[in-house]
């Protein structure tokens, strides 16, 4: 099946620092990406959505200029998790959309974010 | 608006037992499908099955099978001659036709015992 790697997949950042999470297609172009956030024990909630070249839909509350979200090519997108405070770690997962309109949704390994 | 309702926070059998998952989901759309994915202790999302509604027959894939009641709205997972690989947590998920958000249930952890 296609591939959506996750990068880094473990990050430790001190409090104020901002993080970058990056998200690939290897071997396909995904039109659409999805970022979500998991607490522990908890399922997945939904971020925000990105699509190529636009900028991203945030879900309610949500804020846009603290979870950073780039979509700049088919097969990459970034969140970048600005002044990081201790509240934001947590797990975080990408998936990608295909673009051949099966819809099929592919999954990163996750990133977890601790910040100290 | 959907909603998935995963009514089994925990459940644990021993390895070779048959286990069955409970999902059950609202929606006023006629046009959605269904997945069940697992989530190992690594944390990759792996998707298990899926289902579209407008089939009647349910899906199978090897040991993984659904009893898909489209008028109950009910979509339970079950595992046949589960395995110590099969230790998971496993969430339910609805997606509409009209846009490829997943609506997630809160999900069952599950435990093969040896």
């Known amino acids: 099946g296609a591939v959506v790697s996750q990068h880094p997949s473990r990050v430790i950042c001190k409090s104020g620092t901002s993080v970058k999470i990056e998200c690939r297609s290897l071997?396909?172009?995904?039109?659409?990406m999805f970022w979500y956030r998991q607490f522990p024990k908890q399922s997945l909630m939904l971020m925000a959505t990105?699509?190529?070249?636009?900028?991203?839909?945030?879900e309610q509350g949500v804020e846009k200029d603290k979870f950073l979200i780039n979509h700049a090519s088919l097969t990459l997108s970034t969140l970048t998790v600005t002044s990081a405070h201790p509240e934001d770690s947590s797990f975080y997962i990408c998936s990608a959309r295909a673009r051949d309109g099966t819809g099929e949704l592919f999954f990163g390994e996750g990133s977890r974010l601790t910040v100290l | 608006a959907q909603t998935v309702t995963q009514s089994q926070p925990e459940m644990s059998v021993q390895e070779a037992e048959t286990v069955t998952l409970s999902c059950t989901y609202d929606t006023s759309e006629n046009n959605y499908y269904l997945f069940w994915y697992k989530q190992p202790p690594s944390r990759q999302m792996i998707l298990v099955i899926r289902q579209e509604a407008y089939k009647q027959q349910n899906a199978t894939e090897n040991r993984f099978s659904v009893n898909f009641q489209k008028a109950a709205k009910s979509f339970s997972l079950k595992i046949s001659d589960s395995q110590l690989g099969d230790t998971a947590m496993y969430f339910c998920?609805?997606?509409?036709?009209?846009?490829?958000?997943?609506?997630w249930g809160a999900g069952t952890k599950l435990i093969i015992k040896p």
């Open positions: 990105s699509n190529e070249g636009s900028k991203a839909t945030y």
């Open positions: 998920a609805l997606r509409l036709y009209s846009n490829y958000q997943l609506i």
């Open positions: 071997d396909f172009q995904a039109t659409t």
